[in-house]
């Protein structure tokens, strides 16, 4: 049974590193079997972008030459171009009919308009010149209330917009079996203003098992007619065709050396010790004929394990064709990616500002490319 919300969307028809940063390839590290893979990049760091920007960055995107980046504190979103110049600011309150919350997704459209999505489950709509246009609310609470910066969490697909938005039915995801036993997502008709649950578990997924598992975020990135879904936790992604209503096609391992998980238990104890930081799927992009994605391969407590710091993202490309690309390590210092739109375009990444050495009215976005 579907919702009705009450908002028609319509309308929608100095970390030193710095200096030796800027020009410098950052060979790929690939592991023992990469030699098998079929393409081999390398990273280049082609500019170092300082924008003024007060505070931490909790969501951004960017999308044809223009970004947007946005602090929940300050309630302040930036767009800058490419060259690092600033186009437009403008601060959108916490609280109020014309306020948004913690704002941890946002999704630039075609036209240069902007999805914001809260943890408060406001979907909003924000004009070319970052005000906000509409605002809409999901008629149910928000089951997870999950406070990570900058998710993948939203995407638009025709007229129907696609979110991971658990707790349907006042279903707890937190429960046995929760992502098994319903739907995955929210779609939203923008023409009805209708909500209903879409998408239904790959059976290649960990999360069919009977046991407890350490709570998932998910993933979601449209290309064309195919929506890629994966959970942060897992190191797998399924690919789904949306003109057969979102009917599961196949499920794509990510083919790392070691992606370290907490193993699903009867009983949830969580962690026994074993795991220092776990593998986490941090990005994912659907491209023309494939996707990318950045990873954490996560870390193990082990005696022989080096523990001096965790291991940096990676990227992987695949391509419908010839398959997985050999990973490509990232710069430790990025915090997350904005975007990635091929291996033939340049793409850019916000660096984590405890590395910049800069105040915290500055930050630093590389833009890379690879070869």
């Known amino acids: 049974m579907g919702y009705k919300l009450s908002l028609n969307f319509g309308m929608f028809c100095q970390a030193r590193f710095f200096p030796i940063l800027v020009s410098v390839i950052f060979a790929f590290a690939c592991s023992p079997d990469a030699s098998d893979n079929s393409h081999t990049f390398q990273l280049v760091v082609k500019d170092t972008l300082s924008i003024d920007f007060q505070g931490e ?50 999704k630039i459209l075609d036209d240069g308009k902007v999805l914001a999505h809260s943890i408060k489950g406001e979907i909003a709509l924000l004009d070319e010149e970052l005000r906000l246009q509409e605002k809409l609310f999901m008629p149910f609470p928000n089951g997870t209330m999950d406070l990570k910066r900058n998710v993948s969490t939203i995407d638009k697909w025709n007229n129907e917009l696609l979110l991971f938005y658990p707790g349907r039915d006042n279903k707890s995801p937190y429960s046995l079996g929760y992502y098994r036993d319903n739907y995955l997502l929210e779609k939203l008709d923008l023409n009805t203003g209708e909500s209903s649950p879409y998408l239904k578990l790959s059976p290649e997924s960990k999360y069919q098992k009977n ?12 290309a064309g007619n195919q929506l890629y879904f994966a959970f942060n936790k897992e190191p797998l992604i399924h690919r789904y065709n949306l003109v057969e209503g979102g009917a599961w096609e196949e499920s794509i391992p990510l083919e790392t050396a070691n992606f370290v998980q907490i193993q699903g238990q009867e009983i949830p104890l969580g962690n026994d010790g074993s795991v220092l930081a776990e593998g986490e799927i941090t990005g994912l992009f659907g491209l023309e004929n494939g996707f990318a994605v950045t990873f954490f391969e996560g870390l193990e407590n082990s005696p022989n394990q080096q523990k001096n ?37 340049p793409f850019y990444a916000i660096v984590n500002p405890i590395y910049t050495g800069q105040t915290n009215n500055q930050i630093k976005i590389l833009k890379l490319h690879l070869q």
């Open 57 to 106: 960055i909790h969501a951004g995107d960017f999308k044809d030459n223009r970004g947007i980046i946005y602090n929940y504190r300050s309630g302040e979103y930036l767009k800058f171009d490419s060259a690092g110049k600033v186009l437009i600011r403008n601060s959108i309150p916490a609280e109020g009919e014309r306020g948004l919350f913690y704002v941890n997704a946002l």
């Open 211 to 222: 046991l407890h598992f350490e709570p998932p975020t998910a993933l979601i990135s449209c």
């Open 309 to 345: 710091r965790p291991p940096g993202q990676q990227l992987k490309v695949f391509a419908d064709k010839t398959g997985w690309s050999a990973p490509v390590n990232l710069p430790f210092e990025i915090l997350f990616i904005l975007n990635f739109e091929g291996p033939d375009l």
